[in-house]
């Protein structure tokens, strides 16, 4: 499974993106899909995930309310709705795909190359 990211770039704090992230080579509707940031000098951090039918979602604390995942299996995407977005939230976006609905990056086999979210405020 190839996963290519997109939708990053610089905003002011209160700012809105849409990350969206497209699959190819496996049957997307069969993969719990799941976004992941790293913040500088941090460790990776999760954020959300969703499972394959997209009938379920978890958030990380830090973003529940603010962020939303969601996906269209006829387009093989999954998306990363930001709103009210914090200087705090400046990172580098992956999304990732697995078999676990996990908040654990160990339950994902396959990641995007990321994509950066910087906000100022």
């Known amino acids: 499974v190839q996963l290519q990211t997109s939708g990053g770039g610089s905003v002011q704090a209160g700012g809105s993106l849409r990350l969206s992230c497209a699959a190819s080579?496996?049957?997307?509707?069969?993969?719990?899909m799941g976004w992941f940031r790293r913040p500088p000098g941090k460790e990776r951090e999760f954020v959300a995930t969703?499972?394959?039918?997209?009938?379920?979602?978890r958030y990380a604390d830090s973003v529940k309310g603010r962020f939303t995942i969601s996906r269209v299996n006829a387009k093989n995407t999954v998306y990363l709705q930001v709103n009210s977005l914090k200087p705090e939230d400046t990172a580098v976006y992956y999304c990732?795909?697995?078999?676990?609905?996990?908040?654990?990056?160990?339950?994902?086999?396959?990641w995007g190359q990321g994509t950066q979210v910087t906000v100022s405020s």
């Open positions: 080579g496996g049957t997307f509707r069969n993969y719990v």
């Open positions: 990732a795909a697995g078999s676990e609905y996990s908040s654990y990056y160990t339950g994902y086999d396959y």
């Open positions: 969703i499972s394959g039918s997209g009938g379920a979602t």
